[in-house]
């Protein structure tokens, strides 16, 4: 805390400074040091072959977060469960192949638990958006045409907003149509490890973007 005081305290002063040189004139930029802060981005990476490719950035006002992020390649016309995940615990990182625990070759979001951490916030696209809503299926984007655009403003608690706010959120798009048969089934890849009653398919991580 001190530090980051101490560093935007630095950095206005690189600002007064570059006025001073300027010969007084005072520039108004709108782009005070400050206002980088609140927002993170990132590119999003394929996981588990799916192919899916996109970026998120977030804005963060206390507990407000403006979140928006594009994902290609999905598997189209199908719920894409897509969360903010974020752990105290967690090392803020997207997975790997190294994290195939089980060696079956794919990445189950419980696999990948430790790199990014449980679900902080739901990307519903109404309603709820707190971890309750992790399987709102009903409430997803669906990918028409393999693309979602996603634009919400969402209010979180000052806990979670602070972790993002400080790099250590990680944006998941779920969802992968391993036999591309057009939807979510059993015999894609069994059932999901979260909730039987779903097939993995449904629930495996297609893309992953650490929000910086
Ligand atoms: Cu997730």
Redesign the pocket.
Known sequence: MKTKLLAVTAASGAVLLSTLALGGTAVASGSYPGHHDNKVSGRLNTLNNSGVTGDARVKVEGKKLEVDYTARHLAPNLPH???I?YGAQASHECPTVKDDANRDFRLN?AEGLPR?GP?AVSLTTSGDTSPAS?LAVDRFATAPKGTINYERTIKTSKDVARAIRNGEGVL???GVDYNNNGKYDFDGAGKSELNAALPAEATD?AVCGVLR
């Open positions: 469960a897509a969360h995940h979001v990014y679900i992790a998941v798009v779920h991580p």
